[in-house]
T-cell receptor
Framework: SQTIHQWPATLVQPVGSPLSLECTVE??????LYWYRQAAGRGLQLLFYSVGIGQISSEVPQNLSASRPQDRQFILSSKKLLLSDSGFYLC???????????FGPGTRLTVL | RKEVEQDPGPFNVPEGATVAFNCTYS??????FFWYRQDCRKEPKLLMSVYSSGNEDGRFTAQLNRASQYISLLIRDSKLSDSATYLCVVPLADRGSTLGRLYFGRGTQLTVWP
């Protein structure tokens, strides 16, 4: 069966510090991978998606970047965090033909 | 008009009650739909998929009205454990794309009390 992992689970970082969040998927090959952010009291916002290694599409201009160095690894990064980067970051995977997405447990980021 | 709109609630119902959530979507080309459940401070989890006029899974019934671009989720005999936020989800309309991109509603909050 497929599983998706994210770490860390929680993170508190000062403004201006770098960020690296990692997501890995097991039990499937060539998944579509997604990064979402959910701010407090708000809906899910798609940040990045990837259909293959090295292929990244950005949904909104922002202070973040993503990379996919391996088929089942997706990384979200920032060089300098802003207060507005605080939120719940969720990684998801899908098999393209079904459209359904399955989420990792998320990383709760607080920028102080 | 937003891609997906939901009544945010909150809905507060007693155990055993029947409750219904509504959702409207803007893209008439969308073919399949989903309801996700999100517990407080947890990730969303797939609850039901809706591919035709609707489907039923135990106490949960999802209905689709393509003419009105309207989706509903009905929960019968509510349990305390049904308390969560329910997200209506609509895929990007099929244009030959295989990305499986989804639009998420902001969610409807449900609290079931004893």
């Amino acid at each position: 069966s497929q599983t998706i992992h994210q770490w860390p689970a929680t993170l508190v970082q000062p403004v201006g510090s770098p960020l690296s969040l990692e997501c890995t998927v097991e039990g499937t090959s060539n998944p579509n991978l997604y990064w979402y952010r959910q701010a407090a009291g708000r809906g899910l916002q798609l940040l990045f998606y990837s259909v293959g290694i090295g292929q990244i599409s950005s949904e909104v201009p922002q202070n973040l970047s993503a990379s996919r160095p391996q088929d089942r690894q997706f990384i979200l990064s920032s060089k300098k965090l802003l207060l507005s980067d605080s939120g719940f970051y969720l990684c998801a995977w899908s098999v393209s033909t079904s459209g359904r997405q399955f989420f990792g447990p998320g990383t709760r980021l607080t920028v102080l | 008009r937003k891609e997906v709109e939901q009544d945010p609630g909150p809905f507060n119902v007693p155990e055993g009650a029947t409750v219904a959530f509504n959702c409207t979507y803007s893209n008439s080309a969308s073919q399949s739909f989903f309801w996700y459940r999100q517990d407080c401070r947890k990730e969303p989890k797939l609850l039901m998929s809706v591919y035709s006029s609707g489907n039923e899974d135990g106490r949960f019934t999802a209905q689709l009205n393509r003419a009105s671009q309207y989706i509903s989720l009905l929960i019968r005999d509510s349990k305390l454990s049904d308390s969560a936020t329910y997200l209506c989800v609509v895929p990007l309309a099929d244009r030959g794309s295989t990305l499986g991109r989804l639009y998420f509603g902001r969610g409807t909050q449900l609290t079931v009390w004893p």
